[in-house]
């Protein structure tokens, strides 16, 4: 069968469509899933980068979707047909983080074979089903941005009516917070370095639009925007390079979810002003599995749909990881067979 594979030491120009094994049929407990679509994350882009290093030969990306093609003994959650996505930890069934989440071990694409290939034979429990009338590339957004996106405004945050949620950048993380805070009767202020970006945020209902590279300054536009205030939920993906400024506009007693480092590792966090605040500085990846399917529920319910940015075809792999490295793209990056 075909898979993306990555050669060492990584990077685009070691991404290969390659000839692999097929993982033949399920056994006990198992699913054998034809992939249809996977999307792109920054840890896939860390990943086929060699910024975090992996097994020379592995099959890439955390995300797919697709269609059961067999059940072994005992599977009784799933039937041949069904459309599935994968989960990014397929080691967390429930409840609280645990030690055995705290690396990548048992993430596809990283730590274990990833979901880049035709067929994959896995744990019925590393997939869910998706949501009823879904497309698989619109499934495939699932797994990675939009669950991080629910866990930190509902399992996290406690999200409620009213509120005021801010979210940095118009990626896929903050496109899904943008249309899960609306869809709950939040207001919410997105920022971006493009006014464009902001205008297309907007349409998605966006309440309040900042230009961050206008306004360099852009806590103390948050604050003028809730009265002085400040905002209740912060989605954070930028890191140390925009922590501080987070803590600024976010409300005493509010959230920040610290969920991405595009601006580095390490940085100084101003720990009196967050002391002063009260506020709650949480840092989460992903979610697990029941969160997952809560999430297709809440989706059913809603009628959200993802934003989609441009679709690659799997072959295609490394020109859709450039396309994510130059940062143009709003939405989602996805891959199809």
């Known amino acids: 069968m075909k898979a993306m594979t990555l050669s060492k030491p990584g990077g ?53 979707a697709g269609v059961v093609e067999a059940v072994g003994a005992d599977v009784s959650e799933f039937a041949v047909g069904d459309s599935v996505v994968s989960t990014f930890f397929p ?39 998706a949501p009823q009338g879904w497309s698989h590339v619109e499934s495939a957004t699932i797994t990675t941005a939009a669950l991080t996106a629910w866990r930190a405004l509902v399992v996290d945050g406690q999200l409620k009516a009213g509120a005021t949620v801010l979210t940095l950048g118009t990626g ?33 209902g966006a309440d309040a639009l900042i230009n961050y590279k206008s306004t360099p300054n852009w ?18 993906l930028g890191g140390p ?17 610290l969920i991405g480092v595009l601006t580095g590792l390490q940085g100084d966090i101003p720990t009196a002003t967050l002391m002063r605040k009260q506020a709650r500085l ?11 399917q809560q999430f297709v529920r809440a989706l059913e319910q809603t ?8 679709t690659f075809a799997f072959s295609e792999l490394a020109s859709a990881f450039e396309h994510q490295k130059n940062g143009q793209h709003f939405g989602k990056i996805c891959l199809q067979w």
Do not use: C
């Open 12 to 64: 685009f120009g070691q991404i290969a469509l390659s000839e692999v094994a097929d993982p033949g049929q399920p056994g006990p407990g198992e699913i054998r899933v034809a992939i249809k679509a996977s999307s792109l994350n920054y840890h896939d882009l860390l990943v086929a980068s060699g910024a975090a290093p992996t097994e020379d030969g592995r099959i890439l990306m955390s995300d797919g």
């Open 219 to 236: 806590a103390e536009q948050v604050k003028a925007l809730t009265g002085g205030e400040g905002v209740e939920h912060v989605i954070e």
């Open 303 to 310: 009628g959200i749909r993802p934003v989609i940015d441009r």
């Open 91 to 129: 080691n967390w069934l429930a409840g609280q983080p645990f030690a055995g989440v705290g690396h990548f071990g048992h993430t596809p694409g990283d730590g274990v074979q990833g979901m880049a290939a035709e067929y994959v034979v896995r744990p019925a429990a590393a997939f869910t089903k």
């Open 172 to 204: 896929g993380v903050s496109i899904a917070a943008l249309q899960l805070a609306k869809a709950m009767g939040a207001r919410v202020i997105v920022t971006s370095s493009s006014d464009e970006k902001l205008q297309r945020a907007k349409a998605l």
């Open 241 to 257: 390079g925009t922590l501080a400024q987070s803590i600024d506009a976010v409300k005493v007693g509010g959230h920040i979810a």
């Open 282 to 292: 949480q840092g989460l990846i992903v979610a697990s599995r029941t969160d997952q």
